[in-house]
């Protein structure tokens, strides 16, 4: 079993910043590709970006270039550096891990509210 714990949402004006965490725990050896989706209210869940064990990386057009994704292995820790935050970007954040052969686990998400 793996365990992901976000952390690092918030209320901030648009225009701002904000980095997310995401700690994994227990079986984390297997984990590969690893991401953040988020889900506003009356929305379905949505892609934000993922990383690659190797560091390759994706994102949802509506982030590029304002959102960036890392990932430090030895510390299991998936970070979204999120800039030029919009209102558009309220929304709760989940952090996502998949290991080959296993369901993906789901973190419990963390909201982060954008005010315009």
């Known amino acids: 079993q793996v365990q992901l714990v976000e952390s690092g949402g918030d209320l901030v004006q648009a225009g701002g910043s904000l980095r997310l965490s995401c700690a994994a725990s227990?079986?984390?050896?297997?984990?590969?590709?690893m991401g953040w989706y988020r889900q506003a209210p009356g929305k379905p869940r949505e892609l934000v970006a993922t990383?690659?064990?190797?560091?390759?990386?994706n994102y949802a057009d509506s982030v590029k270039g304002r959102f960036t994704i890392s990932r430090d292995n030895a510390k299991n820790t998936l970070y979204l550096q999120m800039n030029s935050l919009k209102s558009d970007d309220t929304a709760v954040y989940y952090c996502?891990?998949?290991?080959?052969?296993?369901?993906?686990?789901w973190g419990q998400g963390t909201q982060v509210t954008v005010s315009s």
């Open positions: 996502q891990a998949f290991r080959p052969g296993m369901p993906f686990y």
């Open positions: 227990g079986d984390t050896k297997w984990i590969s590709t």
């Open positions: 990383i690659t064990t190797g560091g390759g990386t």
